[in-house]
């Protein structure tokens, strides 16, 4: 069975200080991995899809990479609106596959 | 990307009753999702609504508690029904444009039984 694990839980920055949010996977083979932003009281945001080992993507102060067994979403110089739950979802290839979402990372960034 | 709203945005409800969430896209998509999120939680996918057929139902879900329906591309309803307490969540819709490409999502329904 998949399984999708986000680490840290929480994640506490002074604004400017970079950082790095975890998302490691386990499945047979990947159709896809996604990044999404949620705010309190808000739908997941979509940020990334990255399909295949070594694929990077980059929105502002955003970057993603992936690895066989693990993304990272690499923040650069924080801002307080940052501040949210990232979700990282995994969709595994072969017929009809759900997509599997971990747990979150929730990020606090701190003027 | 797809826009997608869904009725009503929030609502507490008595145990015992039932509760219908529309799901609202502003283009014709063919997969359409319905999750659960529990406080402080991550997403539980309840079923895949399919157009012109039944849904398909995750394990741990069934169709007497949460009938699905899909009248055509752009609209689907997830009804709560006989709720508990348990039943307290964040009920989210999404829709994937292409099979394995990302999904898009509603701004979600947060229900309170009690």
């Known amino acids: 069975e998949d399984q999708v694990t986000q680490s840290p839980e929480a994640l506490r920055l002074q604004e400017g200080e970079s950082s790095s949010l975890n998302c490691s996977y386990t499945?047979?083979?990947?159709?896809?991995l996604f990044w999404y932003r949620q705010d309190p009281g808000k739908g997941p945001e979509f940020l990334f899809t990255l399909y295949s080992a070594g694929e990077e993507k980059e929105k502002e102060r955003l970057k993603a990479t992936l690895t066989k067994k693990e993304s990272f979403l690499h923040i650069t110089a924080p801002k307080p609106e940052d501040s949210a739950t990232y979700l990282c979802a995994v969709h595994e290839s072969g017929g009809y596959q759900k997509v599997t979402f971990g747990t979150g990372t929730k990020l606090q960034v701190i003027p | 990307s797809a826009v997608i709203s869904q009725k009503p945005s929030r609502d507490i409800c008595q145990r015992g009753t039932s509760l219908t969430i529309q799901c609202q896209v502003d283009?014709?998509?063919?997969?359409m999702f319905w999750y659960r999120q529990q406080p402080g939680q991550s997403l539980t996918l309840i079923a895949t609504?399919?157009?012109?057929?039944?849904?398909?139902?995750e394990s741990g879900f069934v169709i007497d508690k949460f009938p699905i329906s899909r009248p055509n591309l752009t609209f689907s309803t997830l009804t709560v029904s006989n709720m508990s307490p348990e039943d307290s969540s964040i009920y989210l819709c999404s829709v994937e444009e292409r099979r394995g490409a990302e999904q898009y999502f509603g701004p979600g329904t947060r229900l309170t039984v009690t």
């Open positions: 609504a399919n157009q012109g057929s039944e849904a398909t139902y």
């Open positions: 283009s014709q998509v063919t997969m």
């Open positions: 499945v047979s083979g990947l159709r896809g």
